[in-house]
């Protein structure tokens, strides 16, 4: 159950103060009976809300894709650096947005592409437990070429779980299993099953080689929409959610 003031909130209705006025001045009816208490409870599940003849479509949860750009945080706050919330909307920067609207598995500053945000703790728990071995897939350039024998090597390294060393307050650990498909001498995709702290980073360093640029291409069977710009956000389908579930 939800306040009803905060619901039309989160509809883009206005403020809290604003929609007491919607309240009093528009014909609110909650199943039929009209309504001015903005403290009246409404169950998003059941209950039918219409205003002046128009049935408020609520949504129940909401998802969103981004193609992250380099140099944005992924968090609310992060002093004088811009975050992706930044460069979310107003629309989704509301009271109610601000408190439930979260990022699934972050991405580093310096890496860009698919970022899903949501209001589905169910959705989250399950796309970042490492129960579930949802997959990542990552682009990579590399700092300098690999031969084909080295690269025969990394993938048989990476196939068999490579041993990670420790990182800043980060302790060493061994890998699940990866599997990497060769573009270029010095460009791949790499897939991955769990989300350890630059985890793509800390695999290429632990076979000679770094990272020159990173960017997430696909989580599970959604993958990045390829008309979206850098920073440029949308609305996943139907489809695209059910794909994630």
């Given at each position: 159950?939800?306040?009803?003031?905060?619901?039309?909130?989160?509809?883009?209705?206005?403020?809290?103060?604003?929609?007491r006025k919607v309240l009093h001045k528009c014909?609110?009816?909650?199943?039929?009976?009209?309504?001015?208490?903005?403290?009246?409870?409404?169950?998003?599940?059941?209950?039918?809300?219409?205003?002046?003849?128009?049935?408020?479509?609520?949504?129940?949860?909401?998802?969103?894709?981004?193609?992250?750009?380099?140099?944005?945080?992924?968090?609310?706050?992060?002093?004088?650096?811009?975050?992706?919330?930044?460069?979310?909307?107003?629309?989704?920067?509301?009271?109610?947005?601000?408190?439930?609207?979260?990022?699934?598995?972050?991405?580093?500053?310096?890496?860009?592409?698919?970022?899903?945000?949501?209001?589905?703790?169910?959705?989250?728990?399950?796309?970042?437990?490492?129960?579930?071995?949802?997959?990542?897939?990552?682009?990579?350039?590399?700092?300098?070429?690999?031969?084909?024998?080295?690269?025969?090597?990394?993938?048989?390294?990476?196939?068999?779980?490579?041993?990670?060393?420790?990182?800043?307050?980060?302790?060493?650990?061994?890998?699940?299993?990866?599997?990497?498909?060769?573009?270029?001498?010095?460009?791949?995709?790499?897939?991955?099953?769990?989300?350890?702290?630059?985890?793509?980073?800390?695999?290429?360093?632990?076979?000679?080689?770094?990272?020159?640029?990173?960017?997430?291409?696909?989580?599970?069977?959604?993958?990045?929409?390829?008309?979206?710009?850098?920073?440029?956000?949308?609305?996943?389908?139907?489809?695209?959610?059910?794909?994630?579930?």
């Open positions: 159950m939800e306040r009803i003031d905060k619901l039309l909130a989160h509809e883009g209705f206005g403020s809290r103060k604003e929609i014909e609110v009816l909650l199943n039929g009976t009209r309504v001015t208490d903005p403290g009246t409870q409404f169950d998003i599940d059941k209950d039918i809300l219409i205003i002046d003849g128009e049935t408020i479509d609520f949504h129940k949860n909401i998802y969103l894709m981004m193609n992250k750009p380099q140099d944005a945080v992924c968090s609310t706050k992060e002093g004088q650096k811009q975050t992706v919330f930044d460069l979310l909307d107003d629309c989704f920067r509301t009271p109610y947005f601000i408190e439930k609207l979260h990022i699934i598995g972050r991405l580093d500053i310096d890496t860009e592409g698919l970022l899903l945000f949501t209001t589905d703790g169910e959705l989250t728990h399950r796309l970042i437990s490492p129960k579930t071995h949802i997959s990542k897939t990552y682009y990579c350039e590399l700092e300098h070429e690999e031969t084909q024998d080295h690269q025969q090597e990394i993938t048989r390294q990476f196939e068999k779980g490579i041993d990670i060393e420790a990182e800043h307050n980060e302790a060493g650990f061994t890998a699940q299993p990866a599997f990497i498909k060769w573009q270029a001498p010095d460009k791949a995709l790499l897939t991955i099953y769990e989300g350890k702290y630059h985890q793509v980073k800390r695999m290429f360093a632990a076979v000679g080689n770094k990272i020159a640029f990173l960017k997430r291409v696909s989580i599970g069977e959604l993958e990045l929409d390829p008309e979206l710009g850098l920073g440029e956000y949308r609305l996943l389908t139907e489809e695209e959610v059910l794909s994630l579930h």
